[in-house]
């Protein structure tokens, strides 16, 4: 039973959530219809179960704009450079490929040792979003050059919006999204710096 309220839970989209959530309400007023003048002979454990589960994943991972980057490995180790990155926004494949790659990586040494490389690979695995994030059969390193994320930053900003010296490049989140370091990129932290116009 649990198992089948946490797909909910791992629902990547905001559609994904907004069916569920319509789901549960036809569900409601079935039982409502139905159940009117009669004494309810089994509590309804299983929603309010799901609804439990639903309603503490969805800040963190269906919403699309917050996500959870609250952990401690994953804080003090990946996140002195730039901000943490949302483990959501690239594939357990892309993770792999990336954390492979750590003495090089994007021209520094982020190295770790064998257990906390082991540790930060885990959490990122299993956080890890569901879109393929591959190109030309390989996975992809960087979230910014995702079709996701080029699709999504494409509209209302100016082309060469990442080469602004306020932004300086696309993986500076924090440049646009004021509380990226929370991994919340939802409307109301969004300030685009001075000149960059939306
Ligand atoms: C020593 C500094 C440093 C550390 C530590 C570090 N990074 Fe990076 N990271 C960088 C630099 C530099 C870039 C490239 C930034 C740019 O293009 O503006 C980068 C980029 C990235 C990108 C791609 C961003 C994009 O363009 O979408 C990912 C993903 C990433 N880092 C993950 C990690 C992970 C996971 C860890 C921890 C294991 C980590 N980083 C630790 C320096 C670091
Ligand atoms: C130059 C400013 C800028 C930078 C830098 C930037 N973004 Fe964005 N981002 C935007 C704008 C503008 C939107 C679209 C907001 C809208 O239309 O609702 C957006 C939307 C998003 C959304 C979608 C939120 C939703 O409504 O579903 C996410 C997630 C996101 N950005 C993540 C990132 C990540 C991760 C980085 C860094 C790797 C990043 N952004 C860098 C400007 C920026």
Known sequence: MRKKCLTAESAESAEGAGVFLLFLRVLGELRGKKMKGMMMRKPPVLLSACLLVA???LPAHADGERFDVRNPGYQSECAACHVAYPPQLLSAASWRAVMDGLPKHFGSDASLDPAAHAEILRYL?????RRDTTAAGKPQLRITETRWFVREHSEDLPRDVWKR???KSAANCAACHTAADKGD??????????GVQK
């Open 185 to 194: 990129f939802s409307e109301r932290t969004l300030r685009l710096p001075k």
């Open 55 to 57: 309603g503490t994943a």
């Open 165 to 167: 010296p306020a932004v």
């Open 125 to 129: 695995e299993a956080n890890a979003g």
